[in-house]
């Protein structure tokens, strides 16, 4: 048996993936064409490339702010949008550094259980009664950690609620296009564009180096990102949204994310069946697309002991507490990213993971 | 006479001063050399990059932070080591969006007169007497806006106060190295490397549009500015950054600064002349770097009726009031950048600011 370490915490994707040449070229092409620009300083980025992304939405380019990683992006979203003393709604488990982003504005980040097809619709209200938030933020594609998809009613319910009580929906959508069976879901911006901000970048579909993100949204609000990211850093780096604009321009972007799609849908695959086969006493979710697959491991599991053992046999796990605004419902929660494994590994992992769990 | 638009106003490199097939190249020759590296997901930026810096500042690695901008790394700065309700220093004028961003995080922004050969010791002692600052941000070379350089002396007597009061200078630095006449002066963070963070970027000795600035300092401090960053972009773009440490590996940056100092100098002494010539009735500053000369216009100037007039003899001037604090202040502040202009359209536009000045 190979020994050697299996790594189940990195949810970035496998560096043999990314286009090199391809955008090599893309980035030469686009600086000598356009040196005076992308050497230059700007403000709201690559102009471009800012239409081609409206485009792909069919909206006009103010209603899209782009920045330096979309992290960058919910930094300002959380900078302009909240204030110190609102509350905040997330998923629970959700998205760690958005938790911390909430965090730093001083709002009350109140996490609502996130279920197999979505968020808890009856504690949300619950919690709605007690006080709306300024922003509810949501991964509703392939979420991570979980991988759970909302479903349509439940989209269109929090688009109703959102309209309701005149509060903001962010809808973080990295990992959208990288379905791998079955039919997309309407977006949440899709259902209630004037109250939602939908975000989402190339980290995953093209390259993470690149840290280029956006956000589709109302014009306004938009606007107020524009002003607050000129004082923070004029504007963003922009040879590299250059590169990207080539890329997308010449029509690459999607054959790159069906290639993608090729090489990670056998990975999803094969860790669905070897949690089926070696873990069938734990709930996994059963993501069709993204990066991640979760589950709760059986009562009196502790993920700290776990972990410690895990790492004798040769397997580093995720700490789950870090994606719960309550980090202690995280004892028991393991995230397991695939994309970046092959599948031999993903399956000495689980098989190594099965062990450790009836060694326990 | 040539009646086409002067700006006065644009505080940029122009264009043609971009090596733009030498960064062509040096991006080509780092995203083959590192791929797996310059796409992918990084924290603390380009480690080549940053040695490469930390070498030429006789430092460690550990004492670089390297952000998508020293705008941005101003930012965090402030965000680390401000809080709401304490006060920060700054000359006044000084460069408008770092007083933005000071007053983003609460504090209380106190500004200290600059003179011609720094800021005013009196006052700044008196201010001190009033209540320490966390930290006094101050552009020691070739000033934004005024272009002024502190002298030793007064730099000497910075370090004692800062080492004195237990307060950060932050040393805001990106002229430095655009010297066109006489000698160095050491600078701040040479006299007290504990109690000085030291700023920079290669916007103004490369191309803005690389977004690229970092800041030297001591390792506590640039520890928890790298711990913020990864909180609020993960990591920097990247392959911006290979390709500014494959131009610096080659030694191609020392070269580049002599060639921009060649363009530069003359434009200074241009300006310098048509200002003697034109208008010697104001007390100009007498830079020997940087970007920027600037002077008080005389009493009764208004700014806001002044760049009116202007714009109708085809004059743009910059609105002073932003440089400073307390904007009255700057009601008769003129800063005028000349890098990106030519001789001939400075002397234009200085004999228009003349004209202007008669007929006001």
Request: include cysteine; charged fraction near 25%; hydrophobic fraction near 40%.
């Amino acid at each position: 048996m190979n020994r050697s370490m299996i790594n189940l915490t990195r949810g970035v994707p496998p560096p043999d993936v990314f286009p090199v040449e391809d955008l090599i070229e893309c980035g030469e092409v686009a600086l000598r064409r356009d040196p005076a620009i992308l050497l230059q300083y700007n403000q709201g980025g690559y102009a471009p490339l800012r239409e081609w992304v409206a485009d792909q939405h069919g909206v006009p380019p103010e209603q899209v702010f782009m920045g330096n990683s979309s992290l960058e992006v919910f930094s300002f979203i959380t900078q302009v949008l909240v204030q110190s003393g609102d509350r905040a709604f997330v998923e629970s488990p959700t998205y760690d550094r958005s938790i911390t982003l909430l965090r730093r504005t001083g709002a009350e980040v109140v996490g609502v259980s996130l279920e197999g097809d979505g968020v808890d619709l009856n504690l949300l209200e619950a919690e709605l009664d007690r006080g709306a938030p300024s922003l509810i933020y949501l991964i509703t594609d392939f979420q991570n950690p979980m991988g759970v998809t909302t479903t349509l009613q439940k989209r269109e319910r929090l688009a109703a609620l959102a309209r309701e009580h005149g509060l903001w929906l962010v809808e973080d959508s990295p990992y959208r296009r990288l379905r791998y069976w079955g039919e997309d879901v309407p977006s949440l911006w899709s259902l209630a564009p004037e109250r939602v901000l939908h975000m989402s970048s190339f980290s995953k579909v093209l390259a993470p180096g690149l840290r280029l993100g956006y956000v589709i949204g109302p014009q306004p609000v938009i606007a107020g990102l524009s002003e607050w990211a000129v004082d923070s850093h004029i504007g963003p780096v922009l040879p590299t949204q250059g590169m990207v604009y080539e890329y997308c321009r010449r029509g690459m972007l999607d054959s790159n994310i069906e290639r993608l799609k090729e090489v990670y849908r056998p990975r999803l695959d094969a860790i669905r069946t070897a949690l089926e086969n070696h873990l069938p006493e734990v709930d996994w979710t059963d993501p069709q697309g993204g990066f991640f697959v979760s589950g709760f491991l059986p009562e009196g599991t502790d993920v700290v002991d776990l972990r410690a053992r895990a790492a004798e046999m040769g397997l580093k796990l995720s700490d789950g507490r870090g994606f719960f605004p309550n980090p202690d419902d995280g004892r028991r929660f393991l995230r397991i990213p695939f994309c970046s494994l092959t599948e031999e590994e993903i399956r000495e992992g689980v098989s190594r993971l099965a062990r450790l769990m009836q060694e326990g």
